[in-house]
């Protein structure tokens, strides 16, 4: 297929999270033109995802929202989302990408985001978005704070009655809409891509994801989040009100047996903050946090772990060696006990959360010949005075992309990428002043 | 613009926009009630709740009732102020409304977060009800214009000012670098080879000095302070100091330089990189610059007299003076030897200096505390035992520590090598830290004991030739500034942000930035990347020439004003001046502000017995109607 | 409308708080979901000093029954504001026995972003006092 179009930028952004977004607003302030290209349906990344954020308890909507609606109303900035990456290659002068914007099977430029098409549906599919605790429909905008409120359509449950497009207001709906390609050129850009959680699946020991009540650590995000499944914290399997609740840290992570040697960085520090939640939630609640060791290297960060534990939330120095279903839907926990009198251990929880680690959410094999790390992640060129330099010219990485780490240090990030794009880019421009 | 026109001169509309917060005020204030108690309120145009306002549908809901005309005055209840003002504004600019004709109530941190039931909903409704009666006076504004030097001042030559500077002039911004000694590199000059990189420290601070010696846009100052700071953002007038080094430390350091006959432009080690030739003369002159980014680093924690025996035990000393030992260490033998004396057996102690919690650990002269982890010692410390052991497998190490935190990339292979170098590790819990005692006979001086939580809580005691403790970082003394500028610090004593993640590099005061340790404790590289960042958000303030300030600063009303002078001996910051103008044929005194300058405090207001002057957006007149509005129901 | 009604019988306390210490104080507060009396209503200042005595003198006639100005203290970011605003504060005390209002209806303190504990104890106090003493019973001076 020939690509549709060709549009020119100053400056591209791959990846619509928390990095890309603060990568592009830098630019864009600095009067260069930006466009972010985003996989998914919604800009945001994972922080509009995650319920309140350490160490200030801010609620992550109010934060994110912000520099959403900032980056959506930037004149400097075009955002594209629901789009495939299928190439990104310097060529000559410039970086060249070639994109595919998926099919909503619903007209942006139609659709008012009034969600008439939503209500109407009748097919309820599980919520990936709120960790499959409750529904969606086939056709629906991702969520409430979602940028930009447009529907899309999930084709492969839709049972094709017909009901949307009929109550559609606007006639947006296009049951045969089909991917379009175009190409983005720019002089510089910046790959701020993210990362996935580790799977829950990975660890035989750790049940190989059969587990009931035992959760990731983004599904007790949602089930925390203000606007969440529940709106308030039930253990899934029977929507009991949970008594004991228990965290697994390095769950996934410092773990050479599962290719994540390193360690995650936020994992200690959102599980404190989860506990510290939980405990305002649920006040009777025992918390137990399982650890190797506690980092909470940021600022602040260890004044708000030692307020976690004057609350009384429970730290046990063990490294959990295997999880089981118990009886009435309990998960039990063994582990060698270090601090007092040894031996195995056995504890059983209601509720049991796995503190899982951060992989690359993209992998840039075919696609871009970017250079990784071993492990995985985006290589650094210039790893200590310009951590974001990468080793294609002109472009740069930001936030978990080249590295785990929490939304303080990807922000700080993301402006040093804006930096390193803005001089390149102003090198290019005035080739003596460099 | 033509919307300022009309806004002034109809009726106020008032649009009123009540979030749910998605339940965190719909569920203890009813939205629905507080909506239609507003409906009857004069004024009021349209009173609608949203989910959530600050979404684009919400954001949307403002922008169609003003393009329809229904409103010329937007209120909106919703969180604090702080997190959506700015918001709110902007989607009233898009939708073509001057954003200052708006008032923000503030109903969740302060209504339904702390009040329940009815009172809530009750106080809701006064507090919309009063910032209704602002809105109701308020007039449509427009940001102030101020030229802008394209010059930035960036404070402190350490790792984070050197790659401050040479961003700013690589976006052809002029810069003035200051540095109080006469080297630069700051502390990253004490380092052999860096976490987790192994990198050479020396050859980081060479390469970014020299590059900054390179480039016609940088003046370095070095030992050079700032005497005096005046200004504001686009335009500080800053004067420096520039004298003949007295320090200590700065002249045995030039001593050792001279020996070994160094000249400018080279590293030296555990010196720096001596930058131009040291003055012999003191000078001052006065800088005109842009913005000004502190990147004033850290020093290192000094343990109190007798802290693990520190000061008291000459076998006592700190990571950094080991670091620099055993870089003069030329002894090839297979123990580790310091000053002549073989060690066969070191302890390392973590996190002396750091992790402080009050009622365990004793407060500083000042009643301070270091609550914070420092977040390098960690690496550096494993570092420093693998090295012990792979260059003098005969020394053995023990580290204490409370947590190990090989957090970065790359670091935690440190922890690995080190067991594997078997080094032993030791758990302490800050209720029960290592006990360093000297010993009077037998083969060691000192002897360590631990309740070592690894193994039970069992006391362990080891004999040891050398104790050497990980101190953390303490911000460097910059009271002066402090003081001077009137910077925000911290409860940790370092600099304080706007907010960590909205405008993690800014201070409040505008246009001055922050990069590196001046914050927090971080690494070389998180503080290369704090730095980019500074000279980012410096860029964007500067590249234009100018800069747009807020316009809330005070106002005289010619028509009322008689020339009394009160406001101008009030002014603290000497913004009003009197200037002579013509009224009806005769000259007379007359207040005149200098926006830029006013700071908007409004101490003039209260003094003037005219009642002539008012600080722009928040007037007398509109606090009296919020009063008048809470007392009414 | 009954349930805006349920502060009305209370005494009402205005909060002058400034923006860049007492009022994110306030939002701290609430960020703990710390309760406190609902019969104070906090309007967000730049500084405490731009008021003359005339306005607190009002607020009293108009049957406001007590005021606490939350400063930002020595800290305050406005130079010489603090001094000066201390200084009007021992007028309008004069000026209040000269209408009759007890002077402990006024209180000037210092909060901090993060006071939580000093913006409860403050509150809670003049809470008490107003109780205790009543709708303020203003005299036109003499
Ligand atoms: C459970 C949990 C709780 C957390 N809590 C906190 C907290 O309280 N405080 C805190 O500071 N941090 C917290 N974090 C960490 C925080 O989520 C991350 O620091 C932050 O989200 C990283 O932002 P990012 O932009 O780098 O990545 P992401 O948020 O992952 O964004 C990357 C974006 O790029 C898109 N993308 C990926 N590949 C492509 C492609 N090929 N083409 C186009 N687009 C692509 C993705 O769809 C995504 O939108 C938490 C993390 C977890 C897992
Ligand atoms: S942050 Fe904590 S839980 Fe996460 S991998 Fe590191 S040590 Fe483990
Ligand atoms: S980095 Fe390690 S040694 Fe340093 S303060 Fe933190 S926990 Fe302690």
Known sequence: MEPSRELNFDALVIGGGIAGLQAALDLADQNFKVAIVEKDATIGGKMIRLSKVFPTLDCASCITTPKMAASAHHENISIFTYCDLTSLKRDGQEIKADITQMPRYVDADKCIGCRQCEYGCPVYVPNHEEGNFNFRKAIYIPFSNAIPQIALMDVENCSLCGKCAKVCPTGAVDYFQQPEDFVIRAKTAVLATGFKLTPMDQKPQYGGGKIQNLISSLDMERLLAPHGPYQRVIRPSDGKEPDSIAYVQCAGSRDKTLGVPYCSRVCCMYAIKQAMLLSGALPLADITIYYMDIRAFGKGYEQFFQNAKAMGIEFVKAKIAKIEQADNQYVRLRYEDQEGNGGVVEREHDLVVMSLGMVPDWNPAGVCDVACDTDAFIKSTIPSLAPTVTSIEGVFAAGVAIGPKDIVDTIAEAGAAAMEASKYLNALENPKAA | ?633 | MSADKANSNKGKILILATESCAYPGANSVGQAHSPYPANTYILRVRAPVLFPEKFYIDCFRKGIGGIIIMSCGEECPYEGAYHALAKRIDNVFQMMKAHNLDIRRLRLTAICTVCNRAFLKEVNEMNKLIEELGPPEYKEAA
């Open chain 2, 1 to 633: 613009m033509s919307t300022k026109k009309t806004a002034e001169t109809e009726e106020p509309r008032v649009g009123v926009y009540i979030c749910h917060c998605g339940g965190n005020i719909s569920d203890h204030v009813d939205v629905k009630k507080v909506a239609e108690n507003l409906e009857k309120v004069p004024g009021v145009a349209v009173a609608h709740t949203n989910m959530f306002m600050c979404s684009d549908p919400g954001q949307e809901l403002i922008q169609e009732d003003i393009k329809s005309g229904k409103i010329n005055r937007v209120v909106v209840a919703s969180c604090a102020p702080s997190l959506h003002e700015t918001t709110f504004r902007g989607a009233i600019k898009r939708a073509d409304m001057n954003p200052y004709l708006y008032e923000h109530a503030n109903i969740r941190e302060q209504v339904s977060w702390v009040h329940h039931g009815e009172a809530a909903t009750a106080k809701a409704t006064s507090l919309v009800t009063a910032a209704v009666a602002k809105a109701k006076e308020l007039e449509a504004l427009d940001p102030i214009k101020v030229d802008a030097a394209r010059h930035a001042t960036v404070i402190g030559g350490g790792i984070a000012g050197l790659r401050a500077a040479l961003d700013l002039a690589q976006r052809g911004i002029e810069v003035a670098l200051i540095e109080k000694s006469p080297f630069l590199g700051g502390q990253a000059a004490n380092l052999e080879r860096i976490v987790p990189t192994g990198e050479r420290a020396a050859d980081l601070i060479q390469d970014l000095a020299a590059k900054v010696m390179a480039d016609s846009r940088i003046r370095v100052y070095t030992c050079s302070r700032i005497v005096k700071s005046e200004g504001y953002v686009g335009n500080f007038k800053i004067t420096l100091k520039t004298q003949p080094p007295d320090s200590q430390a700065d002249l045995e350091k030039l001593q050792e330089v001279a020996a070994k006959g160094e000249k400018p432009g080279r590293f030296v080690p555990f010196a720096g990189f001596l930058a131009v030739k040291v003055p012999t003369t003191a000078s001052e002159q006065v800088l005109d610059s842009g913005a000004i980014v502190f990147a004033t680093g850290f020093s290192t924690y000094t343990p109190r007299d007798g802290e693990f025996g520190y000061g008291q035990n000459p076998e006592v000393i700190t990571l950094p003076q080991l670091i620099r030992f055993m870089s003069q260490e030329k002894s090839r033998g297979r123990s580790l030897t310091i000053n002549g004396r073989t060690i066969r057996r070191v302890a390392l102690v973590h996190c002396v200096g750091s992790r402080q919690i009050p009622g365990i650990h004793e407060p500083d002269a000042d009643g301070g505390l270091n609550e914070y982890c420092s977040r390098t010692c960690c690496a550096a410390t494993l570092q420093a035992a693998s090295e012990i052991r792979e260059r003098y497998p005969l020394t053995h190490v023990l580290e204490y520590y409370r947590d190990i935190r090989t957090y970065g990339r790359g670091q935690e292979e440190f922890y690995e090598r080190a067991s594997e170098n078997h080094v032993m590790f030791l758990r302490y819990e800050p209720e029960d830290p290592p006990q360093v005692e000297r010993l009077s006979k037998g083969n060691f001086p000192l002897r360590v004991t631990v309740k070592d939580t690894l193994t039970f809580g069992e006391a362990l005691s080891a004999d040891v030739d050398l104790v050497v403790l990980s101190v953390g970082m303490v911000p460097s003394r910059i009271a002066d500034l402090v003081d001077m500028m009137k910077l925000p610090v911290g409860a940790d004593r370092f600099l304080q942000e706007v907010h960590p993640k909205l405008r993690p590099v800014e201070l409040a005061n505008t246009g001055i930035l922050l990069a590196g340790t001046c914050q927090a404790p971080m690494d070389i590289s998180e503080a290369c990347n704090a730095a980019a960042a500074a000279a980012a958000k410096a860029t964007s303030l500067l590249s234009k020439g100018y800069v747009e300030l807020d316009p809330f600063v005070a106002q005289v009303d010619l028509s009322r004003c008689k020339g009394n002078g009160a406001c101008v001996a009030a002014c603290t910051v000497d913004a009003i001046v009197m200037q002579t103008v013509e009224v009806d044929g005769q000259s007379v005194e007359r207040a005149e502000v200098n926006p830029a300058l006013c700071t908007g405090c409004g101490v003039c207001v209260a003094v003037c017995p005219e009642n002539a002057i008012d600080v722009k957006g928040w007037t007398l007149e509109q606090y009296e109607a919020m009063v008048d509005a809470i007392v009414a129901d």
